[in-house]
């Protein structure tokens, strides 16, 4: 029978239809009619199930930049998600359950990989947490939601990539939508005026709840955007010119998103590329962060005042918003981080082991705020409930190991993108994995001042780039039968 249907419908009729709902999509977002559009995205995933895995992932892929939340269409909801594609991936997940009993299984070097049992221990800790929370039921709700963001992203995806090609087709699939919303967030903001730097905090609305999400998108994406440039023939300047042009897209979004946490972010991986490019050995790596470290602290007592002194804000001038990075006395985006990172702190010191339960910062952290720390935007009611950090995060709500689990999932990425990179027998997986990986520490970097990964905007690309590596170590690494790329 599936054989029938995909001769039927082959697959660039399902793409089609995929590029007619978009078109309907927007149609229908312009008229302010939200529910006519989720009937056939129902009927057309539900045949994308039935023919072929693969292609329902990578159109969740597609989707993913396009996605809005429920509370956009209903506010007021206690539970929030993003449609259609979260209730799409617990679909994918009962059906990963469902194939697995008929013994459809990933493959057991996947299964084996450091990555994958690093990602398991992350996930066994959360539902010890959820069991130990302070609230059960939120927990377990972000704990099926963190389940089937991996289970998509991660293990459906990493037998996806065994083919090379792929991984380039789930790059370029959120890179195009991706680039719809973001010309649409230019075309807002241009309206008025790209140097506005407060009307850039909502002009990606209703696809991205702020710019700083927005801006990890970005931050994430560019480095695999020069490596798929990189794969262009140099003869074949036609492609090349386009590609010049989204990249010059992409870095003007960067710009006049006006996130420092993408601008440090990008910045601090471009150091990682010069450090990988360069083979600096790991050893000196590591002793000039502690000799950085120890600097740091032997002048902390002035660089305090320094700082201290900083009264620059943000703003729509690109230098005052550089300058107001540093700015701790006065800005309160950075003071507002501040105090949520210190809330944090003093909940895992409550409770060190199992934390609060996964979820439950927004909820826990208003009783832990100081009123020396708090700015005019701080909320004692969870309105705007988030660590800032992916780190802080997990230690408050799952507790020493919370932070561990996170840690090893990033060191075993870390570790299998270099060994990717330096032992590799193929030009076109060393540029790759070297894209994706930098697109990762981008993200490492700016976890430590947001926080997204219960979010499908930054899910699909740190989990995806993370099954990634491991397809490239597992299945590419050591090929040497295909046809090298250009490097």
């Given amino acids: 029978m599936i054989a029938g249907i995909q001769e039927r419908y082959p697959g660039f009729l399902l793409w089609g239809i995929l590029i007619l709902f978009v078109a309907l999509n927007t149609i229908m977002l312009a008229f302010e009619i939200y ?10 995933f539900v045949v994308l199930a039935i023919v072929t895995i693969d292609k329902y992932l990578l159109a969740i892929v597609f989707f993913v930049p396009l996605s809005i939340p429920l509370s956009t269409l209903n506010e007021g ?31 057991i070097r996947v299964l084996r990989h450091p990555v994958t049992l690093a990602i398991f221990f992350h996930l066994a800790w959360l539902f010890i947490t959820s069991l130990t929370s302070s609230d059960p039921l939120v927990s377990f709700k972000y704990l099926a939601s963190r389940l089937w963001f991996i289970v998509g992203f991660y293990l459906v995806a990493s037998q996806l990539f065994k083919k090379e090609k ?32 407060v009307m850039a905090h909502s ?85 000039g962060v502690f000799i950085l470290v120890a600097f740091f602290l032997s002048i902390r007592t002035q660089l305090m005042v320094q700082l201290e002194q900083n009264r620059v804000e943000s703003s729509g001038e690109f ?62 009611f969870g309105t705007m409930g988030s660590a800032h950090s992916e780190y802080l995060g997990p230690l408050s709500e799952a507790g020493f190991f919370g ?25 076109s997986i060393r540029i790759f994995s070297l894209a994706v ?26 989990w995806g780039f993370t099954a990634m590596l491991v397809a490239m170590d597992v299945y590419h690494r050591d090929d040497q039968n295909k046809e090298e790329q250009p490097s």
């Fill in 35 to 44: 529910y006519v559009p989720l009937i056939p995205a129902l009927l057309l």
């Fill in 77 to 107: 909801l206690s539970l929030d998600m993003y449609l259609p594609t979260e209730p799409l991936l617990a679909g994918l997940l009962l059906l990963y359950m469902l194939k697995y009993l008929m013994g459809d299984r990933v493959d």
């Fill in 166 to 197: 792929n991984m380039h087709t789930y790059a370029w699939l959120f890179i195009i939508a991706f680039s719809g919303v973001i010309i649409y967030t230019l075309i807002n903001h241009a309206g008025y005026g790209l140097n506005n730097q």
């Fill in 203 to 287: 002009v990606s609305k209703p696809f991205y709840k702020d710019h700083t999400s927005y801006g990890a998108t970005l931050g994430f994406i560019l480095p695999v955007l020069v490596g798929l440039f990189i794969f262009i023939k140099r003869e074949d300047t036609n492609t090349r010119f386009l590609m010049v042009l989204l990249l010059m897209l992409f870095l003007l979004a960067t710009v006049v998103s006006y996130t420092r946490a993408t601008w440090v972010s990008i910045f601090a991986s471009l150091g990682i590329w010069a450090i990988i490019k360069l083979k600096i050995r790991i050893e000196l790596v590591l002793v």
């Fill in 319 to 380: 230098t005052e918003h550089v300058q107001s990075i540093s700015n701790i006395s006065t800005d309160q985006s950075n003071l507002e981080r501040i105090n949520r990172w210190s809330c944090a702190y003093r909940m895992w010191k409550d409770k060190p082991l199992f934390g609060y339960g996964p979820g439950t910062y927004q909820f826990e952290y208003g009783r832990y705020q100081r009123s020396y720390e708090k700015t005019r935007i701080s909320t004692d």
């Fill in 403 to 427: 932070l561990i689990s996170i840690l090893m999932v990033i060191g075993t990425s870390i570790y299998t993108g270099l060994r990717v990179y330096f032992t590799s027998k193929r030009s």
């Fill in 437 to 462: 990986l930098i697109g990762l520490f981008s993200y490492y970097f700016h976890g430590l001042l947001n926080n997204f990964l219960d979010t499908d905007k930054i899910s699909v690309l740190f």
